[in-house]
């Protein structure tokens, strides 16, 4: 399967702390990409790293990416009550431009 | 902020029966996209399509489901004949480019066979 996996499926913290997701992917990418979704709503893109690029930020949004060990992270920092969501992975591949392959998610809450 | 908009937000519709879903995509996009999510699993790609044609198609995408940009702005999909399995929310998506660029994903329609 080309499909990212996020770890861990579910994160609790205190808002103030920081949530650090992860995800891996099976084969080479294009780009991988972070979407959150909201209960029952759509999907937002967060960031955007290429296959070329190991570090990327965004507000308080760090994304790494390691493509040796095909596995990126999202930190966000200083997380807020607002941040509960469910985040995503999601990676593109070269020869399926525009066909994004996305994870099971990683339920985040936050407790303020 | 242009966004992507879908209709109907909730649909209800017995087996067999056909289903169009409607989006309008951001106005100065090129690509379109179904995607889907069954309650509790992964988001999937349906179909992407492009310069009036399908770019690509999942093995989801079967002869019951089709896609039309009927005019400059509307991007449906049509299910033939609904299968329980069907149920899903479907997103609408579009994107200015392919390849580096993000996604712009619709809110949803929540599609219930009975």
């Known amino acids: 399967s080309q499909q990212g996996e996020e770890d861990p499926q579910a994160l609790s913290i205190q808002e103030g702390e920081n949530a650090t997701m992860n995800c891996s992917y099976k084969?080479?990418?294009?780009?991988l990409q972070w979407y959150r979704q909201n209960s029952g709503r759509g999907l937002v893109h967060l960031i955007l790293i290429r296959s070329n690029e190991r570090e990327k930020h965004s507000g308080r949004l760090r994304v790494t990416l390691d493509t040796s060990k095909k596995s990126s992270s999202l930190l966000i920092t200083a997380s807020r009550a607002a941040d509960t969501a469910s985040y995503f992975c999601?990676?593109?591949?070269?020869?399926?431009?525009?066909?994004?392959?996305f994870g099971r998610g990683t339920q985040l809450t936050v407790w303020p | 902020e242009p966004e992507v908009t879908q209709t109907p937000s909730h649909q209800v519709t017995q087996m067999g029966q056909e289903v169009i879903l409607r989006c309008v995509p951001i106005?100065?996009?090129?690509?379109f996209y179904w995607y889907r999510q069954i309650l509790g699993q992964k988001v999937e790609f349906l179909v992407s399509?492009?310069?009036?044609?399908?770019?690509?198609k999942s093995e989801i995408f079967d002869d019951q489901f089709s896609v039309e940009r009927p005019d400059g702005s509307n991007f449906t999909l049509k299910i033939r004949s609904t299968k329980l399995e069907d149920s899903a929310m479907y997103f609408c998506a579009s994107s200015a480019r392919v390849g580096t660029g993000e996604l712009f994903f619709g809110e949803g329609s929540r599609l219930t066979v009975l």
């Open positions: 084969t080479s990418i294009n780009n």
């Open positions: 106005s100065n996009h090129l690509y």
């Open positions: 999601a990676t593109e591949r070269g020869s399926t431009l525009g066909r994004l392959y």
């Open positions: 399509f492009y310069n009036n044609e399908i770019s690509e």
